[in-house]
């Protein structure tokens, strides 16, 4: 049980931000929403977490509704390289427990 | 810098055999944790250490596996009497923090396992 619901695939154009949403209306206060990508069959990148408020890194920016029952990873201006299965995670400790993720293609 | 490296990158062996898979994690890093990845679906949480110390074994399958990190540095996961179900990826990961302000954690390149 992922605990988070992601859509199965989406589709970017390169140079564009790609949008993926992730739903976790269950999540508790404690909890902190983590995003990963794993790229082909190389092991999953970190790209960034969040508890309650926005958060920016060099990668990307994660937005957390208010009520923290959902956010948005936003890649601001995506590339081919960017294509990747997409994984939104909620934990409170070191477990993470990976869902089916979101499969990112960015076209050319 | 070095990230977390693993060996061996492929490993096939027969049924019945043990196989030992192992995991050096970035300099400094204090956890260290192990998955495993059927194709098509996300990795699994295996086990957990802090340091040398074995916090969480809940996902290991059964007796057959088992992990060690005597050192607090690198790990071991070990499989004994293979079965053809044990047919996976292996990650290891490792993270510099312990509790506290989330967890980032750095992931190999994993070792593909192939039981025969």
């Known amino acids: 049980d992922a605990k988070t619901t992601q859509p199965t695939s989406m589709d970017c154009a390169e140079g564009r931000a790609a949008n993926l949403p992730c739903n976790h209306s269950?999540?508790?206060?404690?909890?902190?929403v983590y995003w990963y990508r794993q790229i082909h069959s190389q092991g999953p990148q970190y790209i960034i977490h969040g508890l309650k408020n926005n958060e920016t890194n060099e990668m990307a920016s994660l937005i957390i509704t208010e009520d923290r029952k959902s956010s948005t990873l936003i890649l601001p201006h995506a590339t081919l390289r960017d294509t990747a299965v997409y994984y939104c995670?909620?934990?409170?400790?070191?477990?993470?427990?990976f869902g089916k993720g979101t499969l990112l293609t960015v076209n050319p | 810098g070095a990230g977390v490296s693993q060996s061996p990158r492929y490993k096939v062996t027969k049924r019945g055999q043990d196989v030992a898979l192992r995991c050096d994690p970035i300099?400094?890093?204090?956890?260290l944790y192990w998955y495993r990845q059927a194709l098509g679906q996300g990795p699994e949480f295996l086990t957990y250490?802090?340091?040398?110390?074995?916090?969480?074994k809940s996902g290991l399958p059964n007796d057959r596996f088992s992990a060690e990190r005597p050192e607090g540095s690198i790990s071991t996961l070990t499989i004994q009497r293979t079965e053809q179900r044990d047919s996976a990826m292996y990650r290891c990961?490792?993270?510099?923090?312990?509790?506290?302000?989330?967890?980032?954690?750095?992931f190999g390149p994993g070792t593909r396992l192939t039981v025969t």
């Open positions: 995670i909620r934990g409170s400790n070191y477990k993470l427990t």
């Open positions: 269950t999540i508790s206060g404690n909890e902190y």
């Open positions: 250490f802090n340091y040398e110390a074995q916090q969480d």
């Open positions: 990961a490792s993270s510099p923090r312990r509790t506290g302000d989330g967890y980032e954690q750095y």
């Open positions: 300099s400094g890093h204090v956890s």
